[in-house]
């Protein structure tokens, strides 16, 4: 089987596995995992940030995010279909008490600019939330892997910091900005308070992410982890496999972009497949089909019959995702069965 269901399908490669066995380790509880503690700290150091805090999902990052910045009846400005809001089962609101106030992208592909977040602060009245926290995220899965540019986000935060307002990235795929853009970490970094980065996605590790940000709130983020049960213990395994990935898998990326357009394409031949949004620009690949090919169930379901996993997110919408784990030749042959549904 080809699987584009997700960059998370990826296996450990004979280097990764080999690094994670030779990892020293000790109890991270205690803090005495010297191999977390490192990657820690040099995942920091990546993005200009004084701390960083490893956690198992990126999921978990978000959420210790917006545990540290905010406090029951607080509200977060974010766009309508991030995974903040739409993928992580109403954690902001379950875990911490607070709300969501989405906002509609107007270029359809989940990225905003400073005008879209005019008069959205809440008044200070006791009948309001309280406005606390901005949060992006770059790449923007639903919106297709679209990168957000860092001149856009600059004025976002300027205008946040201008209300005193927090701001958080969601960067799970923050990997494959820095490959398309050529815009380095540290940048990406500077430009929030905390900032979340996924090693499974697109790097190829197994499991793991990372919260980084300002020392005190990355100590707080620490007890949110706990109280979350976050807390590991001899995780130097997982974390040897992120420095792998660091080591090996970032500069690859910019073949999984190549490889995306190779489906990409072939998606916009067959009639009644419409890309969501037309222009790839990372390994993300949303399309919609129409009726005359059933549902998005049906298409996948005639994908797997020719050896292709993807994946039907909703009811008319697929997502075919590169990564690690496929070659261009995979993809080159995933992209003749799309082509054959025209038939």
């Given at each position: 089987?080809?699987?584009?269901?997700?960059?998370?399908?990826?296996?450990?490669t004979?280097g990764?596995?080999?690094?994670m066995m030779?990892?020293?380790?000790?109890?991270?509880?205690?803090g005495e995992?010297?191999?977390?503690?490192a990657l820690?700290?040099?995942?920091?150091?990546?993005?200009?940030?004084?701390?960083?805090?490893?956690?198992?999902?990126?999921?978990m990052?978000?959420?210790?995010?917006?545990?540290?910045h905010?406090?029951?009846?607080?509200?977060?400005?974010?766009?309508?279909n991030?995974?903040?809001?739409?993928?992580?089962?109403?954690?902001?609101?379950?875990?911490?008490?607070?709300?969501?106030r989405t906002?509609?992208?107007t270029?359809?592909?989940?990225?905003?600019?400073a005008s879209?977040?005019?008069?959205?602060v809440?008044?200070?009245?006791?009948?309001?939330?309280r406005t606390?926290?901005?949060c992006?995220e770059?790449?923007?899965?639903?919106?297709?892997g679209?990168?957000?540019?860092?001149?856009?986000?600059?004025e976002?935060?300027?205008w946040?910091?201008?209300h005193?307002?927090a701001?958080?990235l969601?960067?799970?795929?923050?990997?494959?900005?820095?490959?398309?853009?050529?815009?380095?970490?540290?940048?990406?970094?500077?430009m929030?308070?905390?900032i979340?980065?996924?090693?499974?996605?697109?790097?190829?590790?197994?499991?793991?992410?990372?919260?980084?940000?300002?020392?005190?709130?990355i100590?707080?983020?620490?007890?949110i982890?706990?109280?979350f049960?976050?807390a590991?213990?001899q995780i130097?395994?997982l974390?040897?496999?992120?420095?792998?990935?660091?080591?090996?898998?970032?500069?690859?990326?910019?073949?999984?972009?190549?490889n995306a357009?190779i489906?990409?394409?072939?998606?916009?031949e067959?009639?009644?497949?419409?890309?969501?949004?037309y222009e790839v620009?990372?390994?993300?690949?949303?399309?919609?089909?129409d009726a005359?090919?059933?549902?998005?169930?049906?298409?996948?379901?005639?994908?797997?019959?020719?050896g292709?996993?993807?994946?039907?997110l909703?009811?008319?919408?697929?997502?075919a995702?590169t990564?690690?784990?496929?070659?261009r030749?995979?993809?080159?042959?995933a992209?003749?069965?799309?082509?054959?549904?025209?038939?």
């Amino acid at each position: 089987m080809i699987d584009l269901r997700s960059d998370t399908v990826t296996k450990p490669t004979p280097g990764m596995m080999a690094a994670m066995m030779a990892a020293p380790v000790g109890d991270d509880v205690f803090g005495e995992d010297p191999t977390v503690n490192a990657l820690e700290q040099r995942t920091a150091a990546m993005f200009g940030c004084e701390a960083g805090l490893f956690v198992p999902s990126g999921t978990m990052a978000n959420q210790i995010a917006v545990r540290v910045h905010c406090r029951p009846q607080d509200e977060i400005l974010l766009e309508t279909n991030s995974h903040i809001c739409l993928w992580e089962a109403g954690g902001a609101a379950a875990l911490s008490g607070v709300t969501l106030r989405t906002i509609d992208s107007t270029t359809g592909d989940g990225r905003l600019g400073a005008s879209d977040f005019t008069d959205k602060v809440r008044p200070d009245d006791m009948h309001s939330v309280r406005t606390r926290l901005v949060c992006l995220e770059v790449t923007h899965n639903r919106g297709g892997g679209t990168v957000t540019s860092p001149d856009a986000i600059n004025e976002i935060s300027r205008w946040a910091r201008h209300h005193k307002l927090a701001t958080h990235l969601d960067g799970a795929r923050i990997w494959n900005a820095i490959v398309k853009t050529g815009v380095p970490a540290k940048v990406w970094g500077g430009m929030f308070d905390t900032i979340n980065v996924c090693f499974s996605k697109g790097l190829g590790t197994p499991v793991g992410s990372m919260l980084l940000g300002p020392r005190e709130l990355i100590a707080h983020g620490r007890r949110i982890r706990k109280l979350f049960g976050g807390a590991m213990r001899q995780i130097g395994f997982l974390a040897a496999a992120c420095d792998y990935a660091l080591d090996h898998n970032i500069d690859r990326l910019a073949e999984d972009h190549t490889n995306a357009r190779i489906i990409a394409d072939a998606v916009a031949e067959v009639p009644g497949f419409t890309l969501k949004p037309y222009e790839v620009e990372t390994n993300l690949v949303w399309f919609e089909v129409d009726a005359r090919h059933g549902s998005a169930k049906d298409v996948a379901e005639r994908l797997k019959a020719n050896g292709v996993l993807v994946a039907p997110l909703e009811t008319r919408v697929i997502r075919a995702v590169t990564h690690l784990d496929v070659t261009r030749e995979q993809c080159v042959t995933a992209a003749d069965a799309i082509r054959r549904l025209a038939r």
